[in-house]
């Protein structure tokens, strides 16, 4: 059976300029160790990337538009598994910060071979670094705590990150999903049912084909006509709102705001 740090690695190349990130990925593809090598030409598109594929390692330029390199580095550093990240970049001057986000290595352009190799053979020392910790360490029970998943969300060519957690309800529009947060009403695309399938263990319960809610802003469930609507609690700029709740999605919501905590209280 194949160890974990001799695998081959699945990498991610950044660069916003076209014929430096077609470089960087040749080069990489050249390299023994790598298997897949993905590409991006902003920290958006890689994000998008990093939470749909298993990238080991990300080698990314730092002055780009929007987010910079730096602050992909720190947002993935977040991540319950962070890739290791080695910055490829023309500019001298960000070193010290680049070091400050965990950088395994700091690459000038032009690119050299060796240098890459270089990095190549650092990155695989800290893999087997960790595969030899986590192999003399007794495992942890696992704990259910999903992270705080951030979404990018870009306005008038700003991207601008937006925590789950200030999420209080979303609602479908179209291919779109409208986030209502604490912090503003923030369009995205993405299908509302991929977040309800993406934030179930986060706390978050689809009400209506068109609305998903976070049960912790839930103050109740009341008869309206024929059927029942939710009513959240404002939070900061986030306004008390009642929504309705369609048929087929009743029985699950009451399970979830009555039947549970009822359960919970009786096996005490």
Known sequence: MERADSAPLTV??????????????????????IGKVHAANDA??????????????????????????VE????????????????????DDRAVDAFDVGAVDYLLKPLRTERLTQAMRRIHEHRAQQV??????????????PSDEVIPVELGGVTTLVRRSTVGWVEADGDYARLHT??????VRIPLATLEERWADA??????????????????LKSAGTGYVVRLRGERELRPVELP????????????????????WQAK
């Open 12 to 33: 991610l190349a950044v660069d916003d300029e076209v014929p430096a990130l077609d470089e960087l990925v040749y080069l990489l593809r050249e390299q023994d160790g």
């Open 44 to 69: 958006t598109s890689a994000l998008r990337i990093l939470r749909s594929e298993g990238i080991d390692a990300v080698f990314s330029d730092i002055r780009m538009p929007g987010l910079d390199g």
């Open 72 to 91: 992909l580095a720190g947002i993935i550093s977040a991540f319950k598994k962070p890739p290791f990240v080695v910055f490829v970049t023309a500019h």
């Open 132 to 145: 030899s910790a986590v192999e003399k360490s007794a495992p942890d029970p696992p704990v259910a705590q």
């Open 182 to 187: 604490t912090t503003g009403s923030h369009l």
């Open 203 to 220: 706390g978050f319960v689809r009400v209506h084909r068109s609305y998903l809610v976070a049960l912790r802003l839930v103050t109740g």
């Open 245 to 264: 709740v369609s048929r087929r999605h009743t029985r699950a919501l009451k399970d979830r705001l009555v039947r549970g905590p009822m359960q919970s």
